[in-house]
T-cell receptor
């Protein structure tokens, strides 16, 4: 079965820097990959989707890359702000409707 | 517009009791999903509905878990004879079928279930 690895340790960065989060998967390359943000006590909120034939996708200060050779996606937040502090989840298409989620990486942006 | 709503927001129950968790998806969303999230863990898929039918029940952890959806809208997740390991946050999500399997999922706030 597909395994997803996200760094379980929190990522602490200074305001204004670029945060980079990693999502690695172990088996087949999914048709697409999604990133979600989750705040404490709330459900995940969709941020970006990238398809297997896309190398990069951008949305405002967010950028996602998808490398099917490395079996990895990188999620970047440029000019980070304290309000970006949250847990970020990577989710993969499994060939069926439901997504397989990673356990997430907690980002803390220090003012 | 209204998002996905879930009720109750919190549920504390005693081991062995049955519980029902409710999900109201976004109007017009034909796909509905249930996940659960244990403390510090990722989301674990439970079941998916397309309309009122459940083509994928593979994530249900045991036969104590069941779910139904009526009228292509509201869904209920039932856990019978609850066990302490059932304690988790149960999340519901919905998506537009027209988006196919590429659609973003819209999540509710979850129901926090605690089994004593």
């Amino acid at each position: 079965s597909q395994k997803i690895e996200q760094n379980s340790e929190a990522l602490n960065i200074q305001e204004g820097k670029t945060a980079t989060l990693t999502c690695n998967y172990t088996n087949y390359s999914p048709a697409y990959l999604q990133w979600y943000r989750q705040d404490p006590g709330r459900g995940p909120v969709f941020l970006l989707l990238i398809r297997e034939n896309e190398k990069e996708k951008r949305k405002e200060r967010l950028k996602v890359t998808f490398d099917t050779t490395l079996k990895q996606s990188l999620f970047h937040i440029t000019a980070s702000q304290p309000a970006d502090s949250a847990t970020y989840l990577c989710a993969l298409d499994t060939g069926r409707r439901a997504l397989t989620f990673g356990s997430g990486t907690r980002l803390q942006v220090q003012p | 517009g209204a998002g996905v709503s879930q009720s109750p927001s919190n549920k504390v129950t005693e081991k062995g009791k049955d519980v029902e968790l409710r999900c109201d998806p976004i109007s017009g969303h034909t796909a509905l999903y249930w996940y659960r999230q244990s403390l510090g863990q990722g989301l674990e898929f439970l079941i998916y509905f397309q309309g009122n039918s459940a083509p994928d029940k593979s994530g249900l952890p045991s036969d104590r878990f069941s779910a139904e959806r009526t009228g292509g809208s509201v869904s209920t997740l039932t856990i019978q004879r609850t066990q302490q390991e059932d304690s988790a946050v149960y999340l519901c999500a919905s998506s537009l079928e027209s988006s196919g399997s590429y659609g973003e999922q819209f999540f509710g706030p979850g129901t926090r279930l605690t089994v004593l």
